[in-house]
């Protein structure tokens, strides 16, 4: 819809489109000032296969495999007190000396 007013024309955005920048909507603004695309869903149906082609292709999911042959005891193998020692962070011996001399800038005064 365009008015005429006054020798200026005004153009009036129409209701039924969208506001497109670029060919897609704009990004939305969320908190913080960070805009974050809006993904549009897709279009093709979802996949509607029965369970029994799915059992086939996957045939046991309980079933573990090794790759070395050993057999695999669950917690046995990695003890949680083995893990917690391998992932804490070592303590200092003592602390680090403080340094005390400072830097002299020679600045002209007002």
């Known amino acids: 819809m365009i008015l005429v007013l ?3 024309t ?3 955005p129409s209701e039924d489109k969208p506001d497109l920048k670029g060919g897609h909507p704009p ?4 908190a913080g000032g960070v805009r974050i695309t809006q993904r549009r869903p897709s279009q093709s149906e979802p996949d509607t296969r029965s369970s029994e082609e799915s059992e086939a292709r996957h045939p046991n999911n309980a079933v573990r495999m090794t790759v070395s042959g050993a057999p695999i005891r669950g917690d046995k193998d990695f003890p949680t007190a083995a893990v917690k020692a391998i992932h804490s962070k070592p303590l200092p011996l003592h602390q680090q000396s403080h340094v005390t001399n400072t830097h002299h800038i020679q600045q002209p005064k007002k």
Request: overall charge negative; charged content about 30%.
């Open 6 to 8: 006054e020798d200026t």
């Open 10 to 12: 005004v153009a009036m």
């Open 27 to 30: 990004a939305v603004k969320v």
